[in-house]
C-alpha cells in the first residue's frame, strides 16, 4: 500500500527556537496534503490544507505566522512551527491524499512528536 | 454547525463482536471513514464508505445510511489487538475531514 512518512519522528527543542517536520509520499504523488495536531486523549485537530505550488488553506484559529507549511513538490510537505512555546508541544501529524482527485484516499504518516522545553 | 459523534468508551470481551456507532450532520457529505488509532500512533485507515449499505473486509465491517446521517463500525472475532480508538471522520462538501473525538474499545480476556 500507500506509505506516508514524517520526520522526525520525536523532536526535542528550546523555546523559541524553530523546528521543521517533512511529510513525504514515498510511492506515490500527492497534489493535496493535510497536517494535524494532536492533544493528549482528543481527536485530530486540521490545521491547514496544503496544495502542491500553492499557499496553504489555514484553518480558523490557526496561525500562518507560526505554522509555516511548504508543498513545493508532489511528494514533500513541510510544517516549520516558528519560536516554538512549550505550549506547541503536541503530536503533528500529516496525510497525504493519494492522486490528484478529491476522492483519493487518505494515507497518513506515523506523526511527529514535539517537546518544547 | 457540523457535528459527529460517536460514544467515548466501549468494552468488549475478547472473540465476541461489537458495534461502534457514529452519527453526523455535516455541510454536505462526500464520504465517511473509520480509521483506528493505537494510543501514541498516527490514525490508520480501516474503511471508506460514500454508498448506503455494508462494506466487508475481513474481520471489520462498516455501514452507511445518508439518510439517517448514521454509521457503524462492526468488529468480529475480537482480539487484544483492537484495543484502540476507533475514529469517525465525514468528508464534508469541500472535501474536508470532520473528524468524532474517537471511541476508547477496550478488550477484555
Known amino acids: 500500500g500507500a506509505v506516508v512518512s514524517q520526520h522526525p519522528s520525536w523532536v526535542i527543542c528550546k523555546s523559541g527556537t524553530s523546528v521543521k517536520i517533512e511529510c513525504r509520499s514515498l510511492?506515490?504523488?500527492?497534489?493535496?496534503m493535510f497536517w494535524y495536531r494532536q492533544f493528549p486523549k482528543q481527536s485530530l485537530m486540521l490545521m491547514a490544507t496544503?496544495?502542491?505550488?500553492?499557499?496553504?488553506?489555514?484553518e480558523q484559529g490557526v496561525e500562518k505566522d507560526k505554522f509555516l507549511i511548504n508543498h513545493a513538490s508532489l511528494t514533500l510537505s513541510t510544517l516549520t512551527v516558528t519560536s516554538a512555546h512549550p505550549e506547541d508541544s503536541s503530536f503533528y501529524i500529516c496525510?497525504?491524499?493519494?492522486?490528484?482527485?478529491?476522492?483519493?484516499?487518505?494515507?497518513f504518516g506515523e506523526g511527529s512528536r514535539l517537546t518544547v522545553l | 454547525g457540523q457535528n459527529i459523534d460517536q460514544p467515548t468508551e466501549m468494552t468488549a470481551t475478547e472473540g465476541a463482536i461489537v458495534q461502534i456507532n457514529c452519527t453526523y450532520q455535516?455541510?454536505?457529505?462526500?464520504?465517511l471513514f473509520w480509521y483506528q488509532q493505537h494510543a501514541g500512533e498516527a490514525p490508520t485507515f480501516l474503511s471508506y464508505?460514500?454508498l448506503d449499505g455494508l462494506e466487508e473486509k475481513g474481520r471489520f465491517s462498516s455501514f452507511l445510511s445518508r439518510s439517517k446521517g448514521y454509521s457503524y463500525l462492526l468488529l468480529k472475532e475480537l482480539q487484544m489487538k483492537d484495543s484502540a480508538s476507533y475514529l469517525c471522520?465525514?468528508?464534508?462538501?469541500?472535501?474536508?475531514?470532520?473528524w468524532g473525538a474517537g471511541t476508547k474499545l477496550i478488550i477484555k480476556p
Open positions: 510511492d506515490f504523488q500527492a497534489t493535496t
Open positions: 471522520a465525514v468528508q464534508d462538501s469541500n472535501y474536508q475531514l470532520i
Open positions: 496525510s497525504a491524499r493519494k492522486g490528484t482527485s478529491d476522492t483519493g484516499e487518505l494515507f
Open positions: 464508505n460514500v
Open positions: 496544503s496544495n502542491e505550488g500553492s499557499k496553504a488553506t489555514y
Open positions: 455535516t455541510s454536505g457529505f462526500n464520504g
